[in-house]
């Protein structure tokens, strides 16, 4: 088969234009790749960030825990200190 040099011409000019589409494809694709490992970095960091702050929270919980115990026993011995105070009042005056 023999072909014209039009249709070598028109040939190439495909070829060339294929090139160039597959050329914008692949720098399309990697920017996307790399879209996606930022993406996945700030995922990363999300996790880590929220994990942080979970850890905080369960601490500030028990501290927080740990102070009303604290309170509960300080007003507990108040209450038995005016108990016994008002029990001595009450022999002495008797």
Known sequence: M???DGQVRE???ELEAEQHRHLDSQKSQRKQDRRLQE??????????????????MDKL???NKQYKRQVEEAVSRHHSSLIMSSV?????CG
């Open 39 to 56: 993406l996945i970095l700030q995922l990363d960091e999300g996790q880590k960030s929220q994990d942080r702050l979970k850890d905080a």
């Open 2 to 4: 023999h072909w014209s």
């Open 61 to 63: 919980q028990q501290k």
């Open 11 to 13: 040939l190439e000019t």
């Open 88 to 92: 001595c009042d009450a022999v002495h």
